[in-house]
């Protein structure tokens, strides 16, 4: 529904709606488990529709492609296209390969087809809330709910003592790394340049 009216206000004022595309089918897991109105309809269903209330996107196929490179920019926009195409050209490769070999694009294809599956997100699904029952079990506060493909610490809860100026959120992964050898990445302010 906020897509939706997102979309429309976007219409209503003449400014093109780019989605960021690089978690779409982890959204729309999420959207048939938590909206009623989505709970009879596939997650292939829900992207469909939420891709037709855009004019285009934008998509590192590194997350819901399944892949290990690549991504692409759709558009509906013609014109819009072209400029981007000459951009293209100029920093990547010719716009039907984009610097990629054909390899990789016939594994974004076949990703783009597999991310859908329900099966294969109730997996990422159950996964990602084992882990979080398994951090909340030790004691560790989350921020809820769980994502398909990560949990997120409060790093300013756990470091009190640290104040953002001196980026808790990194030291907390600098530590999660050093101690037991766990990558993780900082959202906050460093990563915001705060």
Request: charge should be negative; aromatic fraction near 6%.
């Amino acid at each position: 529904e906020n897509l939706r009216r997102t979309s429309e206000l976007c219409r209503r004022h003449g400014v093109p709606l780019i989605l960021d595309a690089a978690r779409f089918a982890e959204n729309a897991w999420l959207v048939t488990r938590h909206e009623a109105a989505y709970k009879d309809r596939t997650p292939r269903q829900v992207a469909e529709e939420a891709f037709r209330l855009a004019d285009g996107c934008v998509m590192s196929a590194k997350k819901d492609g399944i892949v290990h490179i690549g991504g692409f920019i759709g558009l509906n926009d013609s014109e819009l296209a072209q400029k981007c195409e000459l951009l293209l050209i100029a920093t990547e490769g010719f716009p039907t390969y984009g610097g990629l070999a054909g390899r990789d694009l016939d594994m974004i294809a076949q990703g783009l087809q597999e991310v859908t599956e329900p099966s294969y997100l109730a997996e990422r699904a159950e996964s990602a809330d084992h882990l979080a029952q398994r951090v909340r079990a030790a004691g560790v506060d989350i921020l809820e709910p769980p994502g398909l493909h990560a949990i997120y610490l409060n790093a300013g809860r756990l470091l009190p003592h640290l104040p953002p100026h001196q980026y808790p959120g990194h030291a907390l992964a600098c530590r999660l790394y050093l101690e037991g050898g766990i990558r993780s990445a900082e959202l906050g302010s460093l990563y915001l340049g705060e």
